[in-house]
């Protein structure tokens, strides 16, 4: 087990009770490595601190890799030169898995999609469980799952790229954006990775795909299942798409999108994507209506949190991206204060700046403060403000309101400079706001 984590200690509990000998690697000091000390209690060998360079000279048969890892790792190319499978948790999980999976993958919409399509199977009966990148182990939910069961699994490239036998009965690609380039090296190194999902996909299998996408009818090209399209720019008769204000999938009416309350634009496709998934697993139309007028979205993805004398805070600490913060200042038509900046991944933020015509102000933080201040400047927005972190910008940015405004956190970037991930920034930044009360 190379690194640790959640995903990592739950692999090597698994992995012992099934009675593999297990050696644990992770870099964190043994000290300060709380999982590492409850897996040498249990009995299993654990190296902490570094990863030894002979390491391998142990014969080891296979290495189960946290998706976190870079395959330029010494360890891993060690690895690969010496024929040692390397594999990521899903993959443990599937192979140890009764129950059958649906996995989503993409660039943005990914959790709101697994929800959905979870929320959905759950009122049709379908007996779902919900695991993966969402935050669940896939590995531990695949330990109690039975063939009754459909685990719903969302998965990054990161994970993707560690899958030898993984076959999801359904693979949604949500989109396909740039993204995470400083792992993978290159778009198209990114593309593969999320296209890992179909490789051992047959035709009695679907690959749900974003027909609005040049990526997405590419992709399809390729699959080796059955292709369901979805779009929310034209009408698909062989998918699921919109016509005449009402949502259909393969030429039947499922239901009308005035009544869905999830807010956003960008939901559509995610939308989409899961009444697909859902309609294919046999789920009623009055189930996914059910779900669909009363799901308001998942925590951390443009996320209410409190109105206060009239200002109204969302919390889109999801939002590791532009596009997902180009979609979240899409859903508003008012004036709004933004709070962005995080992890500087080498890229520039200019395509913002056609989504930036109604931020009153901008207020900056993290190792892209400085670049945000250029993009703020290009946009013509006059009030810029630079601070230390989330919880000094939520009073800035209360003070700078009126009556009327949106305060959205929607950082554009990742949160590992200043947090340990996007949910711990986005429960300060919360935080802060009740505060203010």
């Not at 520039?348 to 993009?375: C, H, M, R, W, Y």
Request: charged letters at 25%.
């Amino acid at each position: 087990m190379l690194g640790l984590a959640k995903s990592g200690a739950s692999s090597a509990s698994l992995l012992h009770e099934l009675g593999a000998i297990v050696t644990v690697n992770d870099r964190k000091p043994f000290s300060e490595n709380p999982e590492a000390q409850t897996l040498l209690e249990k009995g299993i060998k654990v190296i902490c601190g570094e990863h030894p360079k002979d390491l391998l000279d142990e014969g080891f048969e296979l290495i189960v890799k946290n998706p976190g890892i870079p395959y330029r790792n010494e360890l891993i190319q060690d690895a690969m030169k010496r024929g040692i499978p390397v594999i990521t948790e899903v993959e443990l999980a599937y192979q140890i898995s009764e129950a059958r999976f649906i996995g989503i993958t993409g660039t943005n919409g990914k959790t709101t999609t697994t929800t959905l399509i979870f929320e959905m199977l759950n009122q049709g009966n379908k007996n779902p469980l919900i695991a993966g990148n969402i935050g669940t182990v896939a590995s531990d939910v695949a330990r109690m799952a039975t063939e009754k069961n459909i685990i719903v699994t969302e998965l990054s490239s990161f994970q993707l790229m560690g899958i030898v036998h993984f076959r999801p009965r359904i693979a949604v690609i949500t989109n396909i954006y740039e993204a995470h380039l400083d792992f993978h090296g290159s778009r198209e190194q990114y593309i593969n990775a999320k296209k890992n999902i179909l490789k051992n996909q047959t035709k009695t299998d679907f690959a749900i795909l974003n027909f609005d996408q040049e990526e997405g009818r590419q992709i399809a090209k390729e699959a080796k299942g059955t292709v369901i399209p979805f779009s929310k720019e034209k009408y698909l008769p062989e998918g699921a798409s919109l016509k005449d204000g009402f949502i259909y999938f393969q030429g039947e009416k499922v239901i009308d999108y005035q009544k869905v309350v999830l807010p956003g634009k960008h939901n559509l496709e995610n939308i989409l994507a899961s009444v697909a998934s859902a309609k294919l697993m046999g789920v009623a139309n009055e189930h996914i209506e059910q779900v669909l007028t009363t799901f308001r979205g998942v925590e951390h993805r443009l996320q209410f949190v409190k109105e206060i004398n009239g200002r109204v805070f969302y919390n889109d600490s999801k939002a590791t991206n532009t596009l997902a913060t180009k979609s979240a200042l899409s859903a508003f038509n008012r004036p709004i204060i933004l709070l962005a900046g995080g992890l500087d991944r080498g890229n520039d933020f200019d395509d913002l700046i056609p989504s930036l015509k109604n931020v009153k102000a901008l207020i900056t933080f993290g190792q892209t403060k400085e670049k945000l201040v250029q993009t703020g400047k290009k946009a013509g927005i006059e009030k810029i403000f630079i601070v230390d972190n989330v919880q000094e910008a939520v009073p800035l940015s209360y003070a700078l309101s009126e009556n009327g405004d949106v305060i959205l956190l929607s950082p554009a970037c990742a949160s590992w400079d200043q947090y340990k991930s996007f949910e711990v920034r986005g429960d300060i930044f919360m935080g802060a706001v009740h505060k203010l009360v």
